[in-house]
């Protein structure tokens, strides 16, 4: 026969369990509804709104710009560089024809049709959309999500892979809601999510460790 004291260490963690199951429910399915309709609390969203370039070569302008024999463009004063659907924007930016990468630095912010990044510093092909930008604070207004980097890598393969990361769904400065994890993968393509070393917060006081999280960033429902 189970004593009570065995029988109280039981209850709770069934309890435990339960919390945790309901809490990750609740999550889940406010982040659905935010997907299919916009709260109201997520109404301080910004869009993104830009024309893509037509050419197939990188657009360049600048209060000056200087070319560094063949080999460099070196831009200052209200940098913009445009390349179809990608558009860069800077204080300085230091640009390797050969390469075609530049490092900018000084009010970084870096736009896609869905996506917009702000940091410090960036070292970014346009072209082949890979890259990092430093001290990222991120936003992907479609799905009303946002969140901050140490560090922000843009890969070619539609994904983004954040280090020291937050990640949530909720208006920015009032999270019902937020996730941070030394390492968040989002793939717009699939349209998932992947974190590891994972604090589950509610308003702001952690509630959960998990070592690995999945979980979408779009219509689509996790299943198994």
Not at 51 to 78: C, H, M, W
Not at 86 to 103: C, F, M, T, V
Not at 169 to 190: F, H, L, V
């Amino acid at each position: 026969m189970k004593s009570a004291h065995s029988r109280s260490i039981v209850c709770s963690r069934l309890n435990i369990w339960v919390i945790l199951v309901l809490l990750i429910g609740i999550m889940f399915v406010t982040q659905k509804k935010a997907y299919t309709q916009p709260p109201e609390h997520c109404s301080a969203f910004p869009s993104i709104d830009f024309q893509p370039s037509t050419g197939n070569s990188i657009e360049f302008y600048a209060n000056k710009i200087s070319v560094n024999g063949r080999s460099e463009y070196e831009l200052d004063g209200n940098v913009e560089a445009y390349y179809t659907d990608k558009k860069l924007l800077s204080e300085h930016l230091l640009y390797s024809i050969g390469a075609d990468r530049g490092q900018a630095a000084g009010n970084i912010t870096y736009q896609e049709p869905d996506m917009s990044i702000t940091g410090q510093s960036a070292d970014l092909n346009l072209k082949s959309r890979q890259g990092i930008i430093t001290e990222a604070e991120y936003i992907i207004p479609q799905r009303y999500a946002h969140g901050f980097a140490g560090e922000a890598e843009l890969r070619n393969d539609n994904s983004m892979r954040l280090k020291n990361a937050s990640y949530s769904t909720c208006e920015p400065g009032n999270e019902s809601w937020m996730i941070s994890a030394r390492e968040i993968a989002i793939n717009n393509s699939k349209q998932q999510g992947f974190a590891k070393h994972v604090f589950f917060s509610v308003r702001e006081i952690p509630v959960f460790y998990f070592p690995f999280l999945s979980f979408p960033i779009g219509d689509q429902r996790k299943t198994g």
